[in-house]
């Protein structure tokens, strides 16, 4: 697998082998955050989210680590396939009360999966 | 499955028009968010509301104005549009709550000429 450093746009790797995409975010009081697929022409597709009482939270075939001491976030994909090409976005919370329920992005990061 | 509907995918317009995006959720969901996305810039957050007739700005609401007289309905209206707002426009809800995430509308292209 391919492991890139923060934030890298755009991220090549070979059918099978697996992807590592990290995000930097913002917030020290952010305590939700998610991984966002969007595909061409579509709107943005939840993948997986993690709270801030995790370290780790598994998915199919879909890993979010969640390391706080340095604001990190990344998304493991095994055995990625043709199908996950796509934009990948990091989100996290705005911040206490009710802006927290509005999410700030990250700037995206685009995975191109070659046979 | 919720459905969060735009009801355009792609508008032409013309500068100073008063455009029009509209944007439905028909799952009962409190919070509604309107984004604009370009590229290498991702997602901004434009307006939010967490209930009808509530709003709340967010990182760019210059030049935008939002209206939700109904829970399922949350606009965004461009009052003046400019070639800088020129730009794809991405509609998402969430139930109540700050650990929720969002589903998203399939976007709206908008140019304006």
């Known amino acids: 697998g391919e492991s890139v450093g923060l934030h890298l746009p755009t991220l090549s790797v070979q059918e099978g082998d697996n992807s590592i995409i990290n995000c930097a975010y913002s917030?020290?009081?952010?305590?939700?955050f998610i991984w966002y697929k969007q595909e061409s022409g579509k709107g943005p597709q939840f993948i997986i989210d993690?709270?801030?009482?995790?370290d780790k939270r598994q998915g199919q075939r879909v890993t979010v680590l969640l390391n706080k001491t340095v604001k990190h976030l990344s998304l493991q994909i095994a055995a990625t396939q043709p199908g996950d090409s796509a934009v990948y976005f990091c989100?996290?919370?705005?911040?206490?009360?009710?802006?927290?329920?509005?999410?700030?992005f990250g700037k995206g990061t685009t995975l191109s999966v070659s046979s | 499955d919720v459905k969060v509907t735009q009801s355009s995918r792609y508008l032409v317009k013309r500068t100073g028009e008063k455009v029009f995006l509209e944007c439905v959720q028909d799952?009962?969901?409190?919070?509604m968010f309107w984004y604009r996305q370009d590229p290498g810039l991702g997602l901004r957050l434009i307006y939010f509301?967490?209930?009808?007739?509530?709003?709340e700005k967010g990182d760019i609401p210059e030049g935008y104005s939002v209206s939700r007289e109904k829970k399922e309905r949350f606009s965004l209206i461009l009052e003046s549009a400019s070639t800088n707002q020129t730009s794809m426009y991405l509609c998402?809800?969430?139930?109540?709550?700050?650990?929720?995430?969002?589903?998203f509308g399939s976007g709206t292209r908008l140019t304006v000429v």
């Open positions: 509301s967490y209930d009808v007739k509530m709003k």
């Open positions: 917030n020290s009081a952010s305590d939700y």
């Open positions: 998402a809800s969430s139930t109540g709550g700050r650990d929720r995430g969002y589903t």
């Open positions: 993690i709270r801030s009482n995790m």
């Open positions: 989100a996290e919370n705005m911040g206490p009360g009710q802006a927290g329920t509005a999410l700030i």
């Open positions: 799952m009962d969901h409190e919070n």
